[in-house]
């Protein structure tokens, strides 16, 4: 255990599941939904909790974790790897069977394990900002160990699944599969973005997308906000370009697609109370901005308010970003075994991170009513049951064939199987542009509208050429429907699978050469 006061090492007492020190407590439970671990501290002010298993591990097995909110394209099995950090959950394969364990979702702090020849460690961050938590008199559980071992039956994807399923009892999922369009990628330049590209663009995607009940959706992304003058909220109005976001909307309905717009919860205008601002975040904001702190109770109500405006709009899905960088100050890819830096609280040191992130993510989910969310730079153990979908994957690109490659493919392969079972999974969008040949996108594309997952492109309307038009048009009908889950056939030796399966039918993919 790690506290303010220095690290100590603590015994079972009496035999029993429970380990004390000087009032600070540990207590394991072992229930029908797995082992539950739980920790009390009235006094000292706990930063980590480390639980420990014994016991001897064979080093010839291929061992593949996970990351903290999305996939850095790095995923892979690999052999034994003891100081590499498996966020949340961790699969084992010896050649014959996979052993699955983790931890399941709505943990109270953040937790990763790790594996060596001697035995296997469970660590929990239970800080909060960068210091110890002060719990006072409260106890909290931090997690909820699960395990399972794969059946005769079972190929190793398939059983990887049925373990996910286990780790959330309450995923929210959206009642159709979420598709359209995101003009994200095409246009770097946030000055380009327009109300009139925006209505091009949707009424290219309401054609293709023909007759189907399922209407796909037309996401504003990044660059509608206003960013003008300090004396109001940038998501309570549009700007120049987008003068009217309600009438927006309604013109996005009335050409056939379904209206989604991309808002991000923290960053405020220097309008707001200073006690509001997390200054350790200053950097992230910009010149007039600031981050807010989300432990206090008038910004989660400013939020609520800003997540009602967008729907009372007319907005059907939101798609909120970046709050696990600005709430912790660093990106997934990077976070290792440090998820924050030390030192730094936030106005509120009773809760961990755990529980502050997840507050956030149930305060829109309140605010958002019927609208669909989609988390992005969201933690997925944490969001799980308060968003409908999840990307999995750092961005793609529409500039960057091997981003795409290494980000999209690689998180569709070892995350899709969180789909359907934390929440419905988004790879990340196929960016059309002259800028990468049109052979490797068209496969992307493809491998997306038969992955049964989220579908997204981004493209520019006046850009695209008829032989792209007809396959565009294949890819939103089919992504419009349910379909089986995809499976990557290769994952076991490749971390960018070639060749997959999508119920009956199989594919093989050349990534590599246009």
């Keep these: 255990m790690h506290t303010e006061s220095g690290r100590h090492t603590i015994r079972a007492r009496d035999g029993r599941n429970v380990w004390q020190h000087e009032g600070t407590g540990v207590a394991t439970r072992l229930k029908d939904d797995g082992l539950h671990v ?27 974790g996970d990351h903290w909110e999305r996939g850095y394209g790095d995923l892979s099995w690999t052999g034994m790897t003891p100081d590499k950090p498996m966020p949340w959950y961790f699969f084992v394969f010896d050649g014959t069977q996979i052993f699955g364990c983790g931890v399941k979702t709505g943990a109270q702090a953040f937790c990763w394990w790790h594996v060596d020849p001697h035995g296997i460690t469970l660590w929990m961050d239970v800080r909060s900002g960068g210091m110890g938590v002060k719990l006072g008199q409260r106890k909290i559980e931090m997690a909820t160990v699960v395990e399972r071992i794969s059946q005769e039956d079972e190929t190793p994807y398939e059983a990887a699944g049925h373990f996910t399923a ?87 309905k009335k050409i056939g697609a379904r209206p989604g717009i991309w808002y991000r919860p923290l960053l405020a205008n220097q309008d707001v109370p200073r006690s509001w601002a997390l200054s350790c975040r200053q950097s992230l904001a910009g010149q007039g901005k600031c981050i807010m702190d989300p432990t206090i109770p008038e910004v989660l109500e400013r939020i609520k308010e800003d997540v009602a405006l967008m729907v009372g709009w007319g907005y059907e899905l939101i798609k909120y970003g970046d709050t696990t960088h600005d709430a912790l100050g660093t ?58 979908v999840q990307r999995i994957g750092d961005n793609t690109s529409a500039r960057e064939w091997l981003r795409t490659r290494k980000m ?71 992504a419009s429907r349910p379909q089986a889950l995809v499976q990557p056939l290769d994952w076991m030796q490749n971390s960018c699978p070639s060749r997959w399966k999508s119920g009956e039918e199989f594919f093989e993919f050349n990534w590599w050469s246009a």
């Design 38 to 64: 739980e920790l009390s501290s009235p006094q000292d002010a706990v930063r980590y909790v480390e639980l420990r298993w014994q016991q001897r591990i064979p080093e010839d097995m291929k061992y593949l």
């Design 166 to 252: 286990m780790l959330c009892d309450a995923p929210l999922l959206p009642p159709q599969p979420v598709y359209g369009a995101n003009n994200c990628y095409y246009d770097p330049s946030y000055d380009h973005r327009s109300r009139e590209r925006i209505l091009q663009d949707s009424k290219l995607l309401a054609d293709l997308s023909g007759n189907q009940a399922n209407r796909p959706f037309s996401i504003i992304d990044e660059g509608w906000e206003n960013v003008g003058g300090l004396a109001m909220s940038p998501w309570r109005n549009g700007n120049e370009r987008f003068p009217d976001m309600a009438g927006l909307a309604n013109q996005i």
């Design 331 to 388: 990106w997934g890819g990077v976070m290792g075994n440090q998820i924050t830096e030390d030192n730094w609280q936030f106005s509120d040191r009773s809760r961990t991170n755990a529980e502050i992130l997840t507050s956030l993510y149930r305060s829109i989910r309140e605010a958002a009513s019927e609208a669909l969310l989609v988390g992005c730079n969201t933690v997925g153990h944490l969001c799980a049951g308060y968003v409908h």
């Design 408 to 478: 999209g493919v690689n998180s569709l392969a070892f995350r899709a199987m969180q789909h359907g079972r934390l929440f419905a999974t988004d790879a990340d969008c196929v960016g059309l542009t002259s800028q990468i040949p049109w052979r490797l996108n068209e496969q992307w594309m493809e491998l997306l509208a038969s992955s049964g997952t989220s579908m997204f492109i981004s493209t520019q309307a006046d850009q695209v050429k008829e032989k792209q038009k007809t396959a565009l048009s294949k890819a939103y009908d089919r």
